[in-house]
């Protein structure tokens, strides 16, 4: 679960960044879901694995959490249209 958390944030990170283009703003709006999907599987991977092998679903909750605070921002500076 840590792994796919993992992953899947760094996708987040990289639809984020796409979604800073002028005029693909829009994109927040999928990448926001997105990453709170990612959120929930890491907080499922943390709460189902070993205390020392917690890493990689801390940081792929940590990312998540990160993607939907930018793309919240990013929503609320441009008005939810861009």
């Not at 760094?10 to 800073?20: G, H």
């Not at 926001?32 to 990612?38: D, E, T, Y």
């Amino acid at each position: 679960m840590g792994l796919i958390s993992l992953l899947w944030g760094i996708v987040a990170i990289l639809w984020m960044v796409v979604a800073f283009i002028p005029l693909l703003g829009w994109g927040n709006w999928f990448v926001i879901p997105f990453a709170a999907v990612g959120a929930i599987i890491a907080a499922i991977g943390i709460l189902f694995t070993a205390p020392l092998n917690r890493g990689r679903a801390k940081t792929g909750l940590l990312l998540n959490v990160l993607v939907i605070v930018v793309g919240v921002l990013r929503l609320t500076l441009g008005g939810g249209i861009l």
